[in-house]
């Protein structure tokens, strides 16, 4: 779930621009699973939490409902708002990805959906697995970092210098460094040649998902 957005994406050195996302629905849980994915996961224990879940969240399931009746001219329109004179022509819909939202009791309420990344681990920290929607890169590294801290937490002092190294911020309080902050940002924007337009030789090509 987000809010509409435009988004450059570079894939096989072709330059997209991407603008949604639009709900969509599957049962499967994976592009490639099954069909029976979302039928076979509902159990005795688990069926009054999905319920709870659906009666919790009315008119987010509406919302869902609409999205998924839209028709590509109505996607254009929301689009238009981005980009007027926007040509249904120029335009291709694709499916761009899915996710599983996670649905879980909790002990003030049952059937919470979660829309983030949620880690999990063991007591011992032997194992530990993601639940929810995959983390992007906005929260990837967090995410490790927390997967990190809950299965080899003796060896946490031994590898900070390591994780500064790799991470300048960690560790730091950027609300009170704002000259970090300036300096991660220049490097960051250095290393993703923010301030280049498209490289030679790459095209365009514009999809709505």
């Given at each position: 779930m987000s809010v509409p957005h435009l988004d450059t994406r570079v894939i096989d050195n072709k330059a997209s621009l991407f603008f949604g996302p639009f709900a969509g629905f599957s049962?499967?849980?994976?592009?490639?699973?099954?069909?029976?994915?979302?039928?076979?996961?509902?159990?005795?224990?688990?069926?009054?939490?999905?319920?709870?879940?659906?009666?919790?969240?009315l008119s987010l399931t509406t919302y869902l409902i609409k999205q998924l009746m839209l028709s590509k001219e109505q996607r254009m329109e929301a689009l238009r708002e981005f980009i007027p004179n926007a040509k249904s022509e120029d335009w291709e819909l694709v499916i761009a990805g899915q996710r599983v939202q996670i649905i879980k009791d909790t002990p003030t309420r049952k059937g919470v959906l979660q829309f983030g990344t949620e880690v999990i681990s063991s007591a011992d920290g032997s194992i530990?697995?993601?639940?929810?929607?995959?983390?992007?890169?906005?929260?990837?590294?967090?995410?490790?970092?927390?997967?990190?801290?809950?299965?080899?937490?003796?060896?946490?002092?031994?590898?900070?210098?390591?994780?500064?190294?790799?991470?300048?911020?960690?560790?730091?309080?950027?609300?009170?460094?704002?000259?970090?902050?300036?300096?991660?940002?220049?490097?960051?924007?250095?290393?993703?040649?923010?301030?280049?337009?498209?490289?030679?030789?790459?095209?365009?090509?514009?999809?709505?998902?």
């Open positions: 049962p499967k849980f994976l592009k490639s699973g099954s069909m029976f994915d979302l039928i076979t996961s509902v159990k005795p224990h688990n069926l009054t939490t999905m319920i709870a879940a659906g009666l919790n969240n530990a697995a993601l639940l929810g929607a995959s983390p992007g890169a906005s929260t990837a590294v967090s995410v490790m970092l927390e997967v990190i801290k809950r299965c080899f937490p003796q060896q946490m002092n031994a590898w900070e210098s390591k994780l500064k190294e790799m991470i300048p911020s960690y560790g730091e309080a950027l609300l009170d460094n704002p000259g970090l902050i300036e300096e991660i940002h220049a490097s960051t924007s250095r290393t993703l040649g923010l301030s280049s337009d498209i490289p030679p030789g790459q095209t365009a090509r514009r999809t709505v998902s």
